[in-house]
């Protein structure tokens, strides 16, 4: 080595490689996630409080459409349910199939999905750019 030159340290990453899931996969852990928000919520909670709770969880998770609508089913089959709970998912799963085939858009003061990606809630935009 000359003098001056300078040693480069060897990168080690130290990120582990996460290997891609099935879509039953995906569905299984939107489902636990989902299991598990609704059951960490307080027993007075009403259904809107788990809706916006729901949605802001669905949201950090990034998953497709048919993976929200796939978990959001699996979840609303179980009959022991609170009237609350189902509420919450039925309305998360009426938006769902409002726009799942129309692309982006949100509808003021209600929560939405926009497609494939994410849950938000109230204001109003959309995806349309004119021609």
């Known amino acids: ?13 130290t990120t582990p490689v996460v290997p891609a899931l099935t879509s039953d996969e995906k569905v299984a852990v939107l489902v636990k996630l989902i299991a598990d928000t609704i059951a960490a919520m307080p027993a007075n909670s009403t259904s809107q409080d788990i809706e916006a709770r729901l949605s802001f969880v ?23 349910l609170k009237a609350a709970v ?8 009426a938006v769902l199939s409002r726009v799942q085939n129309t692309g982006t858009a949100a509808l003021a003061a209600q929560t939405v999905v926009t497609q494939g990606t994410a849950l938000s809630l109230g204001g109003g935009t959309s995806n349309y750019v004119r021609p």
């Open 1 to 13: 080595m000359a003098i001056g030159q300078t040693i480069q340290p060897a990168v080690v990453s």
């Open 58 to 80: 669905i949201d950090q998770a990034q998953p497709d459409a048919a993976t929200i609508k796939a978990a959001l089913g699996s979840v609303s089959a179980n009959s022991k």
């Open 86 to 93: 189902k509420a919450a998912l039925k309305n998360l799963t």
